[in-house]
Protein backbone atom coordinates (compact mmCIF):
# COMPACT_ATOMS: atom_id res chain seq x y z
CA UNK A 1 0.00 0.00 0.00
CA UNK A 2 1.50 3.29 -1.04
CA UNK A 3 1.45 6.81 0.20
CA UNK A 4 1.62 10.10 -1.52
CA UNK A 5 4.75 11.31 -2.97
CA UNK A 6 4.19 14.01 -0.82
CA UNK A 7 5.58 12.04 2.50
CA UNK A 8 8.27 9.54 2.89
CA UNK A 9 8.86 6.43 5.07
CA UNK A 10 10.76 7.42 8.02
CA UNK A 11 10.52 4.22 10.16
CA UNK A 12 8.95 0.99 9.18
CA UNK A 13 10.08 -2.60 11.06
CA UNK A 14 11.75 -5.24 9.19
CA UNK A 15 8.97 -7.23 8.34
CA UNK A 16 9.74 -10.79 6.48
CA UNK A 17 8.64 -10.47 2.59
CA UNK A 18 6.03 -10.53 1.51
CA UNK A 19 5.23 -8.13 4.11
CA UNK A 20 2.24 -5.80 4.00
CA UNK A 21 3.63 -3.02 2.75
CA UNK A 22 4.35 -5.41 -0.40
CA UNK A 23 1.36 -5.81 -1.92
CA UNK A 24 -0.31 -4.62 -4.64
CA UNK A 25 -0.87 -0.31 -4.12
CA UNK A 26 -4.69 -1.20 -5.03
CA UNK A 27 -5.06 -2.22 -1.71
CA UNK A 28 -7.79 -4.85 -3.75
CA UNK A 29 -7.30 -8.37 -3.61
CA UNK A 30 -9.49 -11.29 -5.80
CA UNK A 31 -7.94 -13.81 -3.24
CA UNK A 32 -6.49 -13.84 -0.31
CA UNK A 33 -2.85 -12.48 -0.96
CA UNK A 34 0.07 -14.58 0.66
CA UNK A 35 1.64 -12.25 3.56
CA UNK A 36 3.90 -13.12 6.49
CA UNK A 37 1.87 -11.16 8.76
CA UNK A 38 -1.40 -9.42 8.09
CA UNK A 39 -0.82 -5.84 9.67
CA UNK A 40 2.04 -3.14 9.74
CA UNK A 41 2.72 -0.17 10.44
CA UNK A 42 5.37 2.82 9.91
CA UNK A 43 6.10 6.44 10.45
CA UNK A 44 5.92 8.50 7.56
CA UNK A 45 6.99 12.55 7.16
CA UNK A 46 6.66 15.28 4.85
CA UNK A 47 8.68 18.27 3.86
CA UNK A 48 6.69 20.27 6.44
CA UNK A 49 7.83 17.75 9.81
CA UNK A 50 4.56 16.68 9.69
CA UNK A 51 4.95 13.00 11.38
CA UNK A 52 2.25 10.66 11.21
CA UNK A 53 1.64 6.90 11.64
CA UNK A 54 -0.13 4.54 9.06
CA UNK A 55 -1.48 1.75 10.04
CA UNK A 56 -2.15 -1.09 7.43
CA UNK A 57 -4.34 -4.61 7.78
CA UNK A 58 -5.54 -6.97 5.51
CA UNK A 59 -9.27 -7.52 6.07
CA UNK A 60 -12.01 -9.80 4.42
CA UNK A 61 -14.12 -6.99 2.69
CA UNK A 62 -16.56 -7.04 -0.19
CA UNK A 63 -15.40 -3.51 -2.25
CA UNK A 64 -16.12 -2.52 -5.44
CA UNK A 65 -14.09 -1.07 -8.39
CA UNK A 66 -16.02 1.75 -10.00
CA UNK A 67 -14.34 1.73 -12.85
CA UNK A 68 -14.28 -2.25 -13.70
CA UNK A 69 -17.39 -3.29 -10.97
CA UNK A 70 -15.05 -5.90 -9.94
CA UNK A 71 -15.53 -6.84 -6.80
CA UNK A 72 -13.15 -7.56 -4.26
CA UNK A 73 -13.30 -9.87 -0.55
CA UNK A 74 -9.59 -8.93 0.70
CA UNK A 75 -8.59 -5.59 1.29
CA UNK A 76 -5.90 -3.30 2.79
CA UNK A 77 -7.64 -1.61 5.36
CA UNK A 78 -5.52 1.74 6.17
CA UNK A 79 -5.67 4.59 9.33
CA UNK A 80 -3.28 7.26 9.64
CA UNK A 81 -2.90 8.43 13.54
CA UNK A 82 -1.18 11.61 14.36
CA UNK A 83 2.15 12.20 15.68
CA UNK A 84 2.46 15.15 18.74
CA UNK A 85 5.44 17.39 18.38
CA UNK A 86 7.56 15.22 20.04
CA UNK A 87 6.66 11.99 17.92
CA UNK A 88 4.76 10.53 20.79
CA UNK A 89 1.45 8.80 20.10
CA UNK A 90 -1.80 10.17 20.13
CA UNK A 91 -3.31 7.57 22.36
CA UNK A 92 -6.52 8.50 21.63
CA UNK A 93 -6.15 7.63 17.55
CA UNK A 94 -4.36 4.64 18.06
CA UNK A 95 -7.53 3.67 20.23
CA UNK A 96 -9.77 3.98 18.22
CA UNK A 97 -8.67 2.93 15.09
CA UNK A 98 -6.78 -0.48 15.93
CA UNK A 99 -9.19 -1.69 18.78
CA UNK A 100 -7.44 -4.95 19.12
CA UNK A 101 -5.12 -4.80 22.20
CA UNK A 102 -2.74 -7.37 21.64
CA UNK A 103 -2.00 -5.17 18.17
CA UNK A 104 -1.76 -1.89 19.72
CA UNK A 105 0.59 -3.12 22.67
CA UNK A 106 3.02 -4.64 20.01
CA UNK A 107 2.96 -1.13 18.05
CA UNK A 108 3.46 1.13 21.73
CA UNK A 109 5.73 -0.96 22.19
CA UNK A 110 8.17 -1.12 18.87
CA UNK A 111 7.30 2.68 18.31
CA UNK A 112 8.22 3.75 21.77
CA UNK A 113 11.71 1.86 21.32
CA UNK A 114 12.11 3.84 18.02
CA UNK A 115 11.24 7.22 19.38
CA UNK A 116 13.41 6.62 22.50
CA UNK A 117 16.41 5.70 19.83
CA UNK A 118 15.58 8.65 17.41
CA UNK A 119 14.25 12.36 19.21
CA UNK A 120 17.25 13.94 20.63
CA UNK A 121 17.02 15.38 23.74
CA UNK A 122 18.41 18.68 25.36
CA UNK A 123 20.46 18.91 29.01
CA UNK A 124 17.06 19.12 30.69
CA UNK A 125 16.05 15.85 29.06
CA UNK A 126 13.36 18.04 26.71
CA UNK A 127 13.18 17.54 22.82
CA UNK A 128 16.12 19.56 21.45
CA UNK A 129 13.60 20.91 18.75
CA UNK A 130 16.50 22.55 16.44
CA UNK A 131 18.70 18.73 16.39
CA UNK A 132 14.80 16.71 15.60
CA UNK A 133 14.63 19.05 12.63
CA UNK A 134 17.71 18.45 11.14
CA UNK A 135 17.38 14.83 11.87
CA UNK A 136 14.19 14.80 9.90
CA UNK A 137 15.28 16.67 7.18
CA UNK A 138 18.37 14.22 6.94
CA UNK A 139 15.78 11.45 7.25
CA UNK A 140 13.98 13.08 4.44
CA UNK A 141 17.10 13.42 2.26
CA UNK A 142 17.70 9.52 2.74
CA UNK A 143 14.34 8.52 1.97
CA UNK A 144 14.12 10.86 -1.66
CA UNK A 145 17.79 9.23 -2.46
CA UNK A 146 16.36 5.94 -2.28
CA UNK A 147 13.47 6.53 -4.52
CA UNK A 148 15.46 8.10 -6.52
CA UNK A 149 17.90 5.42 -7.39
CA UNK A 150 15.18 3.06 -7.67
CA UNK A 151 13.58 5.37 -10.95
CA UNK A 152 17.44 5.53 -12.24
CA UNK A 153 17.52 1.53 -12.62
CA UNK A 154 13.97 1.24 -13.74
CA UNK A 155 14.02 3.83 -16.95
CA UNK A 156 17.98 4.01 -17.33
CA UNK A 157 17.84 1.19 -20.71
CA UNK A 158 15.16 3.34 -22.34
CA UNK A 159 17.06 6.22 -21.41
CA UNK A 160 20.46 5.48 -22.52
CA UNK A 161 19.21 3.58 -25.50
CA UNK A 162 18.29 6.78 -27.12
CA UNK A 163 21.08 9.65 -25.94
CA UNK A 164 23.97 8.62 -28.54
CA UNK A 165 21.41 9.56 -31.64
CA UNK A 166 19.84 12.32 -29.59
CA UNK A 167 23.59 13.78 -28.70
CA UNK A 168 24.67 12.80 -32.59
CA UNK A 169 22.21 14.86 -33.84
CA UNK A 170 22.48 17.82 -31.80
CA UNK A 171 26.33 18.33 -32.09
CA UNK A 172 25.90 18.05 -35.84
CA UNK A 173 22.97 20.48 -35.59
CA UNK A 174 21.53 22.57 -33.01
CA UNK A 175 25.15 22.75 -31.65
CA UNK A 176 26.89 24.97 -34.13
CA UNK A 177 24.64 27.89 -33.18
CA UNK A 178 25.27 27.84 -29.93
CA UNK A 179 28.32 26.59 -28.97
CA UNK A 180 30.15 29.75 -27.71
CA UNK A 181 27.24 30.19 -25.36
CA UNK A 182 26.00 26.89 -24.28
CA UNK A 183 29.01 26.11 -21.94
CA UNK A 184 29.82 29.63 -20.58
CA UNK A 185 26.33 30.00 -19.84
CA UNK A 186 25.99 26.68 -17.63
CA UNK A 187 29.28 28.31 -15.49
CA UNK A 188 28.16 31.48 -15.19
CA UNK A 189 25.22 29.54 -13.44
CA UNK A 190 27.59 27.93 -10.95
CA UNK A 191 27.69 24.24 -13.31
CA UNK A 192 31.24 22.41 -12.82
CA UNK A 193 30.88 19.67 -15.21
CA UNK A 194 32.44 19.22 -18.65
CA UNK A 195 30.55 20.50 -21.65
CA UNK A 196 30.37 17.08 -23.15
CA UNK A 197 29.08 15.55 -19.34
CA UNK A 198 26.37 18.96 -20.31
CA UNK A 199 25.36 17.66 -23.26
CA UNK A 200 24.24 14.53 -22.32
CA UNK A 201 22.21 15.79 -19.22
CA UNK A 202 20.30 18.26 -21.34
CA UNK A 203 19.62 15.32 -23.82
CA UNK A 204 18.75 12.86 -20.95
CA UNK A 205 16.25 15.89 -20.25
CA UNK A 206 14.86 15.75 -23.18
CA UNK A 207 14.43 11.95 -23.62
CA UNK A 208 13.00 11.96 -20.25
CA UNK A 209 10.12 14.53 -20.44
CA UNK A 210 9.80 13.09 -24.47
CA UNK A 211 5.94 12.02 -24.77
CA UNK A 212 3.61 11.93 -26.99
CA UNK A 213 1.17 14.92 -26.23
CA UNK A 214 -1.86 14.90 -24.74
CA UNK A 215 -0.68 12.21 -22.78
CA UNK A 216 2.05 13.29 -21.07
CA UNK A 217 2.40 11.08 -18.51
CA UNK A 218 3.01 7.69 -21.58
CA UNK A 219 7.15 6.96 -21.51
CA UNK A 220 8.80 6.46 -24.55
CA UNK A 221 9.10 2.74 -23.78
CA UNK A 222 5.16 2.67 -23.50
CA UNK A 223 4.88 2.45 -19.97
CA UNK A 224 3.59 5.44 -17.40
CA UNK A 225 4.97 7.82 -14.92
CA UNK A 226 2.54 7.75 -11.84
CA UNK A 227 2.24 11.42 -11.85
CA UNK A 228 4.52 14.82 -13.11
CA UNK A 229 6.12 14.57 -9.55
CA UNK A 230 7.40 11.03 -10.77
CA UNK A 231 8.98 12.20 -14.06
CA UNK A 232 10.87 15.33 -11.65
CA UNK A 233 12.53 13.15 -9.52
CA UNK A 234 13.51 10.86 -12.33
CA UNK A 235 15.26 13.99 -13.62
CA UNK A 236 16.58 14.84 -10.70
CA UNK A 237 18.60 11.57 -10.10
CA UNK A 238 19.99 11.23 -13.49
CA UNK A 239 20.85 14.99 -13.30
CA UNK A 240 22.33 14.20 -9.59
CA UNK A 241 20.92 16.91 -7.53
CA UNK A 242 17.83 19.10 -7.48
CA UNK A 243 20.20 21.88 -7.79
CA UNK A 244 21.66 20.77 -10.57
CA UNK A 245 18.45 19.78 -12.48
CA UNK A 246 17.03 23.06 -11.94
CA UNK A 247 20.64 24.77 -13.16
CA UNK A 248 20.82 22.89 -16.62
CA UNK A 249 16.62 23.53 -16.94
CA UNK A 250 17.39 27.39 -16.51
CA UNK A 251 20.56 27.23 -18.74
CA UNK A 252 18.05 25.34 -21.97
CA UNK A 253 15.36 27.86 -21.25
CA UNK A 254 18.18 30.94 -22.14
CA UNK A 255 20.67 28.89 -24.38
CA UNK A 256 17.98 27.24 -26.75
CA UNK A 257 14.62 29.59 -26.97
CA UNK A 258 16.46 32.44 -28.45
CA UNK A 259 18.07 29.69 -31.46
CA UNK A 260 14.75 27.95 -31.95
CA UNK A 261 13.11 31.77 -32.21
CA UNK A 262 15.59 32.64 -34.88
CA UNK A 263 15.06 29.36 -36.23
CA UNK A 264 11.21 29.85 -36.47
CA UNK A 265 11.78 33.18 -38.19
CA UNK A 266 14.19 31.42 -40.52
CA UNK A 267 11.61 28.79 -41.70
CA UNK A 268 8.95 32.09 -42.36
CA UNK A 269 11.08 33.71 -44.67
Known amino acids: ?????????????KYKTPSIFDLHESGKFKTRPSVTKDYGF????????QVKMQFVQLMEGDVVDEATGIRYPHVNKGIFIHLM????????????????????????SAHKEWCDAYVPLNRDNDVDRSQLAKKLTSSINEAKEIIRKELVRKNN??????????IHDFNHGLYQRMSDKLYPEYMAKGGDDTEKDLIRKIHTFYRIYECEKPDV????????WKNEDEIWNCWTAFAGSEPEAKRI????????????EELSKELKL
Not at 1 to 13: E, G, K, R
Open 1 to 13: MTISDAWFVLYQL
Open 157 to 166: PWIQAALPRL
Open 249 to 260: CSTIETTFRPVL
Open 217 to 224: LLKPDGSK
Open 85 to 108: ENLVLNKEELTAGVPDDDIRDEIV
Open 42 to 49: RIIVNEEF
